[in-house]
């Protein structure tokens, strides 16, 4: 598919005069730190490469190549006293001798021919194999350790993604949802990974097994949906999702805290409400609601999860003891008050109290109280890690308690009643699923399902110097070009599907939000290519070209 995009973008090059030396640009590119084995860290000392086809190594910034690499030769790359070894095999079979380069400077594989391979490491029970080019880069606070980045375009990158994140059977247009809902979660972060990279290939970002995870029905999902992201208010939305919410969803707010503050509740997201499956089912934010709602199993989208309902029995003491043990170690977040630093300071337990509950019957605050203190918790993850079971963690913090007595009255077992997996805000996977396989819904119905108020569109960019391209999928006729502000500018100069389209942006008047009709130009079901012609390429445009701002465009489908 890149190829005919790159034919074609040629094509509209070489019929188009006022579009001199033109290159096809990626809708976007992403950058995936890949870590270790187990997960552990994306810090690196050495690491064996190779390629399904011939490999070059190039400097990142000279772009000096140093090194050509035959089909299938393992390139050994170590970190040592500031500089890179390289060490590969040179020659033909029956004479190959080892060759040994040095480099200061941080250096990028790439594989024009295949995909990359990463020597040992196993992703989804194969060998790990990636589109794109690997890119190192040097640890500046330690010499001898370097990041191994994987760089490409996010269209491919979700390949890798989208079969580890939701299991392909889910059906295409759920699998198409969780497309879009990974695109936006790969261009719009809750927080950046690193300085060199985006995200990493675990599930602190998103699950990312590269090019041997790769299934038809999640590729043309992702090729179905290809440049689309979920919109509010001009934006791409923070597309967070989990497993199973468990017939709620919770609002943003009440989930997470703020990436950069840290406090909690978080500021809100007004796209991330708290919704029910169902319109009939009200508020669970008092004990009574919430009891009812997942002691028993109600009919809703997430029924066919294996986590939609769970239950967990301690008896007084072992759960003493998981408190006592956890306490600590969840101290250590900030999230607990006053924190318990010894095990031995905690006493006895006497009771645990919910103090609030979100709107789904999530726990928000709860008290836990012994004989030397009251503990305050916050924030559903210290919670889940907080009462855990045979060392696990509580699936979520959707949970309601149940005490059984002696005959003296003392604690005996304490039942903890659940529903969901993971954090439960956004799109519910399993919902998604039921939605899409029971209900016949489109990927479209289920995001505004989970996503409050939002539409479907592309990646908002800023246009002012240089041309920029847009390729989208249009599953329907409907397209609408959005500027919210702009800025004065009187004409606007596209390249359609190779058609060459002004438009007359003083038609809008006084008015500096413009929304303008192309369906006449939008091939419904089908790649579209869309050019946009900067102010100062444009000879239509008599403004002072010194002092153009910046105009944010973006294409919204109805």
């Not at 019929?15 to 096809?24: L, V």
């Not at 017939?247 to 991330?272: A, H, N």
């Not at 439960?424 to 996503?451: N, T």
Request: hydrophobic content about 35%; charged content about 25%; proline content about 4%.
């Amino acid at each position: 598919m890149k190829i005919n995009i790159i034919i074609l973008t040629l094509i509209l090059v070489l019929t188009t005069g006022y579009m001199k030396a033109f290159a096809y640009p990626s809708n976007a590119m992403v950058k995936v730190g890949i870590m270790d084995s187990k997960y552990t860290t994306v810090e690196r000392n050495s690491v064996s490469i190779y390629g399904t086809g011939s490999c070059i190594v190039t400097g990142n910034n000279t772009k000096e190549e140093f090194i050509k690499l035959d089909t299938g030769k393992i390139l050994n790359i170590k970190r040592e006293d500031g500089h890179y070894i390289l060490t590969y095999k040179s020659g033909d079979k029956e004479n190959d001798y080892e060759t040994t380069c040095y480099l200061t400077e941080d250096f990028t594989v790439t594989c024009p021919g295949g995909v990359l391979g990463i020597q040992d490491l196993i992703r989804g029970g194969k060998p790990a194999l990636y589109r794109g080019e690997f890119r190192f880069y040097a640890n500046a606070a330690n010499p001898d350790v370097f990041y191994l980045v994987n760089c490409l375009d996010v269209e491919y990158y979700l390949k890798g993604v989208v079969p580890c994140e939701m299991p392909v059977y889910f059906g295409l247009e759920a699998l198409k949802a969780q497309a879009v809902a990974a695109r936006n979660y790969s261009l719009s972060p809750r927080t950046r990974m690193a300085r060199c990279y985006d995200v990493v290939d675990s599930v602190a970002s998103q699950v990312y097994h590269g090019y041997n995870r790769e299934a038809d029905i999640s590729n043309r999902a992702i090729d179905e949906t290809h440049g689309l992201v979920a919109l509010y208010n001009d934006e791409m939305i923070v597309a967070v999702f989990s497993s199973t919410a468990g017939g709620y969803t919770e609002c943003y707010s009440k989930t997470f805290s703020d990436p950069v503050t840290t406090k909690f509740p978080s500021p809100d997201k007004p796209y991330l409400k708290a919704i029910p499956d169902l319109p009939e089912i009200k508020p669970l934010n008092n004990e009574e609601d919430a009891y009812e709602f997942y002691s028993t199993t109600p009919v809703s989208y997430d029924i066919h999860s294996p986590l939609y309902r769970w239950t967990r029995v301690w008896s007084k003491e072992e759960l003493e003891n998981v408190l006592k043990a956890n306490l600590v170690v969840q101290s250590k977040t900030g999230f607990v008050e006053p924190p318990l630093e010894k095990s031995e300071d905690f006493g006895c337990l006497k009771s645990i109290k919910v103090t609030e509950r979100g709107e789904s019957g999530k726990i928000i605050f709860m008290e836990i109280e012994t004989d030397k203190n009251v503990y305050k918790i916050g924030k559903e993850l210290v919670i889940r890690r907080l009462f855990t079971k045979d060392g696990k963690a509580l699936p979520g913090a959707n949970v309601v308690f149940k005490y059984e007595t002696d005959d003296d009255g003392n604690w005996s077992d304490i039942t903890a009643y659940g529903g969901g997996f993971g954090h439960g805000s956004g799109m519910s996977q399993y919902g998604a699923m039921y939605m899409a396989r029971d209900c016949k819904m489109s990927f479209e119905m289920i995001l505004k399902h989970y996503y409050s108020g939002i539409c479907i569109g592309t990646k908002p960019f800023e246009l002012k110097a240089q041309y920029i391209t847009q390729c989208f999928y249009s599953p329907k006729d409907r397209a609408i070009l959005v500027i919210p502000d702009r800025k004065n500018m009187e004409v606007l100069q596209l390249n359609i599907n190779d058609n060459i389209v002004n438009l007359n942006l003083n038609n809008a008047g006084s008015k500096q939000r413009c929304e303008i009709d192309l369906s006449s130009y939008i091939n419904q079901g089908e790649l579209n290519t869309i050019i946009f012609t900067p102010p100062c390429q444009n000879r239509l445009d008599t403004r002072n070209l010194k002092k153009i701002e910046p105009v944010t465009i973006y294409i919204k489908l109805l």
